[in-house]
């Protein structure tokens, strides 16, 4: 099987381009990057791509399973045209070539809070997001929505009082589906879906993913 991901380098990408390294009946992955990628493997190709003319590369969408985990912050982003860019157009750009080149199955790392009728910015294009690939009609779509993912060795302040925050409410009973993920397990998690993926859509909230890795 050949796997195309985008968002390899980010923390839910590279656990996920280790855990597709690991097994056997990945032949070949290719992950369409911004900046070169630190991994090496003889399998496991990195293009460099501009997302903006991303249908420049459509030769290398093409395969059986397509990842998106690609995402950002309004603060890293620098405003909410460049965070709209990433988080909705590269990606409905990568779905659609990925839906025109017949990839059957494809698996989108959303959010807990995606809602495309939101008012929060983020939660609405994340929620726009998937209502827009749904539309496209892959064989299997499924659509993972974490709570707070937890990075190995973050040293992002906010990530930490969020975490910490959230895990003082578990303690009293309160958010348990909104639990710290760490990103290894989501990645394990979508590996799992794309074995064995079901038809049509998908959807797992954040407490069914909780559940399905205890």
């Known amino acids: ?35 070169p990628l630190s991994a090496k493997h003889p399998k496991l190709t990195a293009v460099v791509v501009d997302f903006d003319r991303l249908e420049e590369w459509e030769k290398y969408i093409q395969g059986d399973l397509a990842f ?42 959303s959010s807990s809070s995606a809602n495309a009728s939101s008012f929060i910015f983020y939660s609405k294009i994340k929620g726009q997001l998937e209502e827009a690939i749904t539309a496209l009609h892959f064989d299997s779509f499924t659509i993972f929505r974490p709570g707070p993912l937890v990075r190995p060795h973050t040293d992002r302040a906010g990530e930490k009082l969020g975490v910490t925050v959230v895990e003082f409410f578990n303690a009293l009973g309160i958010l348990k589906s909104m639990k710290p993920l760490p990103v290894n397990s989501l990645a394990l998690l979508m590996h799992r879906y794309s074995k064995n993926p079901k038809a049509g859509k998908s959807i797992l909230e954040s407490r069914q993913i909780l559940k399905e890795l205890e």
Request: proline share 1%; net charge positive; aromatic share 8%.
């Open 68 to 109: 998106s985990c690609l995402g950002t912050t309004l603060k890293a982003a620098g405003s909410k045209e460049a965070q709209f860019k990433v988080d909705y157009e590269y990606q409905y750009a990568f779905a659609k070539i990925a839906k025109r080149n017949k990839i059957p199955t494809f698996l989108l790392v």
């Open 1 to 35: 099987m050949k796997a195309i991901i985008i968002g390899a380098t980010g923390a839910t990408g590279k656990e996920l381009i280790n855990v597709l390294l690991a097994d056997n009946s990945i032949k070949e992955i290719v992950a369409l990057v911004r900046s």
